[in-house]
């Protein structure tokens, strides 16, 4: 049987799969191309991850095609409940990339407090000349400890989010329209760990007592951060977005910031990927990431890894 990862697939997948007799094509298949690519090729199995998408159109003209397979959490990519009505499997891997995905929002956070992406793009131009007018312009940061971190979302990730920040001594709550409470364990080197029960909120209280604002929550029709969310926040608040593009309504971001309402902001997903807008790439109080959540070699091999497993249980 033939597996296409069309966006990749790590090599301890592509081993696993090699293993069990599959055989792994990974060449990158323009969309345009891929229906007759797929059928020429006698491919049961499609691995995508969020650039290829897998519409209506694709599952028609692909009769053969028994897994349509999803590298990472969301599958907005993919038109999930037609393909199973007709037929196909649909996997992904939930679990995964919550934990780089994590590290990154806490990346952009402690940058954002030091005011490091602003700090790196300036001291190579005028770090030799205006050493002291930049040492004042950034000697004014924050601690993250003791401060109060907003999870929307909390999910997985949201739960990743809120282990590393109990761990650093930050107060977390939360707000999810389908989680009422969740437990927490805050797992230490040594094989020691602490549980942190957290009842979730309804939003608008987590915005309005948040200090810094994570999100982690699905596509969604409309934005979940607007103007009328923005006024609900604290003055000077944190936000970082690394779940969807789209969640956050950037024309409303800008302004926020210039207003003064939002002291930064960490993107790595955007509304227009990808190209993403001028006036967020070029705004230097906003942080930027293109889309690597989920981008580190632990989570790839964990992601390929159980798509391999997953695909071997079904077709096996």
Excluded: W
Aim: glycine share 10%.
């Amino acid at each position: 049987m033939k597996v296409l990862a069309n966006d990749g697939v790590s090599q301890s997948g592509i081993t696993a799969l090699e293993n069990a007799g599959f055989e792994v094509l990974t060449t990158t298949v323009a969309q345009e191309q891929l229906i007759n690519y797929i059928n020429e090729n006698d491919i049961d199995v499609l691995l995508v991850r969020s650039a290829t998408k897998v519409r209506k159109d694709l599952i028609d003209a692909c009769a053969n095609l028994k897994i349509i397979g999803r590298g990472g959490v969301g599958m907005d990519n993919i038109d999930v409940e037609y393909a199973r009505g007709k037929g196909k499997h649909v996997i992904n891997t939930p679990a995964a990339s919550s934990q780089s995905v994590a590290e990154l929002v806490f990346a952009h956070l402690f940058g954002g407090v030091r005011f490091l992406h602003d700090s790196n793009r300036n001291m190579p131009l005028d770090g030799d000349t205006k050493f002291k007018a930049l040492k004042k312009n950034y000697a004014k940061g924050v601690e993250l400890r003791g401060k109060t971190l907003g999870i929307i979302g909390f999910g997985r990730i949201g739960r990743e989010v809120a282990k590393i920040a109990l761990g650093i001594g930050m107060k977390v709550i939360a707000s999810d329209k389908f989680v009422g409470k969740a437990n927490v364990k805050v797992e230490f080197y040594n094989g020691q760990f602490i549980n942190v029960e957290i009842e979730t909120e309804p939003m608008k209280d987590v915005l309005q007592h948040a200090d810094f604002i994570t999100l982690h929550v699905p596509a969604q029709k409309e934005y979940v951060i607007g103007d009328k969310q923005f006024n609900l926040m604290k003055d000077g608040v944190g936000i970082v977005n690394a779940a969807r593009g789209g969640v956050i309504d950037e024309v409303a971001l800008v302004k926020a910031i210039e207003s003064g309402k939002v002291a930064f902001a960490g993107l790595d997903t955007f509304e227009e990927e990808p190209t993403p807008a001028v006036q967020v790439l070029m705004n230097g109080r906003i942080s930027l990431t293109p889309h690597i959540g989920a981008a580190t070699n632990e989570a790839q091999d964990r992601i390929g890894t159980e798509l391999a497993d997953q695909i071997i249980s079904i077709l096996n």
